[in-house]
């Protein structure tokens, strides 16, 4: 029996896993989404054409690659079905759990709702409705995707829940559908979603015992799982490593190689502690150089400097073997290049990653920039800064860099 590899991302989302995904997808049988909703996005170029994936696994542009949405996503049958059109042929390419919880229309106006009632302590969520579902999923009132497959007695068991709870919705100013005008909405979900409906923890196991290539995807970044990140201001699913066994239905010794994916610098999208953001000229220099927008909401990115303390946290609760470092090209012409390397809390300097982040001051380490990396497909054609910049990170964070990414562009990739 094989072992499955992993791709997690180690800081606060967005680092560029969908194109290391793509990378290495190139050689997988199987490609499986464990965590997450379609508040996720990967941009992933090809041949100059971009991608926008959300929830559909980057194994999809790889034509021999099999795609697996295991349990652990929350699945919104009409955002995936506007996803799946942009590709043909996907039977037999793609299974989706019939355990995966289903995220409907209601779930984002909650979302919306909830966070307009909180006003500035808002959380800075995409509105996408990814908390409700998870909500409804532990509070054991939500629905799952096999379910789809009736989808009568499903409208049914969504409109008694909404007349349970119709006080609440009538406070947040959500509008109940129909039986009727739901069910019809269900029965089209059903009509091109139930050939991929299956049973995926059966096939899960199948391919390993068959010793079949697999690589399981992570969404988010470590800085936002619900247990490790920087809570309140996470998401709502386990975005580490560990993660992957409950939402694929695998165990921890089916975990093989773990490569974290990070940024050569750092970002992170909605409120919440950030310790090395930059307020200034350099955070708007790396937001333009690095085209910092959010896939699936277009919001500005909060940027600033590569974080070493959150980095060795990451390393350590993921297991990782491997970091793939992303957008080392954005750097360039940067004369100096900072590094927090510790965090002054109170007047005390730690090294680790606190409780509460809200208060944490950056400690810096200066690194010389360089002219171009742009584009460079070989550690020995980098600029010697450069080089001696990725040669610090590993010492720093106790990892090898095993990848580096100079550009958007699948070709343009270093394997160290």
Known sequence: MTQADLIVGLQWGDEGKGKIVDHMAQTYDYVCRFAGGHNAGHTIVVEGKKYALHVMPSGVLNPKAKNIIGNGVVFAPANFIKEMSQFENLEGRLFISDKAHLLL???????????????????????????????????????????????????????????????????????????????????????????????????????????????????????????????????????????????????????????????????????GPFPSEDHGKEGELIRKNGHEFGTTTGRPRRCGWFDAVAMRHAVRVNGVDQIALMKLDVLDGFEEIKVCVAYEIDGKTIDYVPYDLETAKPVYQTFPGWDKTEGVRSFNDLPETAKSYIQELEAMVGCKIGIISTSPDREDTIIK
């Not at 307009?116 to 579902?133: D, E, H, N, R, S």
């Not at 007695?153 to 947040?172: D, P, R, S, T």
């Open 105 to 271: 229309s209601y779930h984002a106006l909650i979302d919306q709702a909830k966070e307009q009632m909180k006003g500035v302590k808002a959380i800075g969520t995409t509105g996408k409705g990814i908390g409700p579902a998870y909500s409804d999923k532990v509070a054991r009132v939500g629905h799952r995707v096999g379910e789809l497959l009736d989808p009568a007695k499903l409208a049914e068991k969504v409109v008694e829940y909404f007349n349970q709870n119709q006080a609440i919705f009538e406070v947040m100013g959500v509008e109940v559908p129909t039986q009727e005008s739901l069910q019809s909405e269900l029965e089209g979900y059903k009509a091109i979603l139930a050939p991929y409906i299956v049973d995926t923890t059966q096939l899960m196991w199948k391919i390993l015992d068959d010793n079949k290539k697999v690589l399981l995807e992570g969404a988010q970044g470590t800085m936002l799982d619900i247990d490790h990140g920087t809570y309140p201001y996470v998401t709502s699913s386990t975005t580490v490593s560990a993660g992957a066994c409950a939402g694929l239905g695998i165990n921890p010794k089916d975990i093989g190689k773990v490569t974290g994916i990070a940024k050569a610098y750092c970002t992170r999208v909605g409120n």
